[in-house]
């Protein structure tokens, strides 16, 4: 008999205990802009280009106002989205949520093993405790803007991997794993 020893990352080894991998995928300049009276204020075409492929093969968590924002060009098969309203416009593409739990159920429900939060600001900052990883195009420069993401720990955080791009660079950060 041939006994195989691979070791299997468990789902449940994620940060935050929940069953799937939560990954931010966002571009923000160096004061933490992310947007401005409903817009991302700059034009950066490869940038949208990179994150739209990243995040094309799981599902998406997003806020109801970057949701309004993205209807003509809904990213992702799945959109998942976060309201504090009663009203459900569930379709085969898009689902309601009202918490990180239940958003996370609905990720669940589609057998998949990660999501990508996506924004806007007031859904990275509900997220952001619960995040295993963060995809970060860093955009120089500061720029005028009412939507942020939120500071992290860099205790906490370890940078994994950095890509230069012309215009800009994608950093990859991961949960530093728990010394004790
Ligand atoms: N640069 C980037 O990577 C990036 C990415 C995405 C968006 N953006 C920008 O970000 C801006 C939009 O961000 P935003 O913060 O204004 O809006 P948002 O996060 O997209 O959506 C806000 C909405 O989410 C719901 N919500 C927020 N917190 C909630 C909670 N704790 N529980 C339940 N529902 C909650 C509420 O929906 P209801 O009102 O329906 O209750 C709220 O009005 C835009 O300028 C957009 O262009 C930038």
Known sequence: MILFHAKRISK???YSGIPMELISVAAL??????????????NIPEDRQQYRMRIADAPVILGRVTFDLMRDDLPSSIQIVISRSDHRHDTQTTFSASSVSEAVD?????????AYVIGGGSIFQLFQPH??????????GEYDGDAFYPEWDRDSWSLTESTEYEEFSVEEWARTPDQN
Do not use: K
């Open 12 to 14: 449940t080894e994620t």
């Open 29 to 42: 300049a160096e004061n933490h802009v992310i947007g401005n009276d409903g817009e991302v204020p700059w």
């Open 106 to 114: 609905v990720v669940e429900d589609h057998n998949a093993d990660s």
């Open 131 to 140: 995040l295993d990883r963060m995809v970060l195009s860093r955009i120089p």
